[in-house]
Nanobody, 125 residues
Framework: VQLQASGGGLVQTGGSLRLSCAAS????????MGWFRQAPGKEREFVGG???????FYADSVKGRFTISRDSARNTVYLQMNYLKPEDTAVYYC????????????????????WGQGTLVTVSS
């Protein structure tokens, strides 16, 4: 499966953005999906995940502000980001992992096999 992330940009504190992750080659319903981010000088960190059965889970830092959804017809997964903060500034990546993966393995980058190219989100203060 090939993943194409888009939707990043510059937004002010408190603003919103919606990131998209379009899958091609295979249906994303064959995979567990995840969103990660990486700020300059920091390790890639988990943002949120979506199991094959559409259960979502989030990092504590974004819980209540970010929402993952999917559109099966468009073979696309979304990350809706509200109430953005400067500390949300990072390159955001979508990833696909085994459909049978358990939730704990989806919390780390090693739990995924395929990655999109990343899209930059900058939140100004």
């Amino acid at each position: 499966v090939q993943l194409q992330a888009s939707g990043g940009g510059l937004v002010q504190t408190g603003g919103s953005l919606r990131l998209s992750c379009a899958a091609s080659g295979r249906s994303f319903s064959d995979y567990s999906m995840g969103w990660f981010r990486q700020a300059p000088g920091k390790e890639r960190e988990f943002v949120g995940g979506l199991t094959r059965t559409t259960v979502t889970f989030y990092a504590d830092s974004v819980k209540g502000r970010f929402t993952i959804s999917r559109d099966s017809a468009r073979n696309t997964v979304y990350l809706q980001m509200n109430y953005l903060k400067p500390e949300d500034t990072a390159v955001y990546y979508c990833a696909a992992g085994p459909k049978t993966a358990i939730r704990s393995t989806l919390l780390s980058p090693g739990g995924y096999n395929y990655w999109g190219q990343g899209t930059l989100v900058t939140v100004s203060s």
